[in-house]
């Protein structure tokens, strides 16, 4: 049984950005997404366990790091990044 209070039990699929019959569809995008580390609860505490960008990406292009990186040759721009962010750390500009 998953405990969904319990991080240990959390289930995903595990993906990894690759170029596909798109290409490389960062050049898709109009706006991308940009990390103030100042603001990421990864780096603001050494003990959190956050990485929701990373679990949340539909492109599995957020490395699951301290910070997280973006891989923007892949985004797509969707935004969930930034709306699942608990800290609103992670804004959209305009390319």
């Known amino acids: 049984m998953v405990n969904s209070r ?3 039990s959390t289930i ?3 993906q990894h950005p690759a170029e596909g019959e798109g290409g490389k569809t960062g050049t898709w995008r109009t706006f991308k997404p940009v990390l103030d580390e100042k603001k990421c609860v990864l780096m ?3 003990k ?3 990485h929701s960008c990373w679990m ?3 492109e599995a ?3 699951r790091t301290r910070p997280p ?3 923007l040759e892949y985004c797509k721009g969707c935004g ?3 709306v699942e962010c608990p800290q609103k750390a992670i804004k959209m500009e305009e390319e």
């Open 61 to 63: 292009i957020i490395t």
């Open 48 to 50: 959190a366990r956050c």
């Open 56 to 58: 949340y990406c539909p």
């Open 80 to 82: 969930i990044c930034v």
């Open 12 to 14: 995903a699929a595990v």
């Open 6 to 8: 319990d991080p240990k």
């Open 44 to 46: 603001k505490n050494p």
């Open 69 to 71: 990186r973006i891989n």
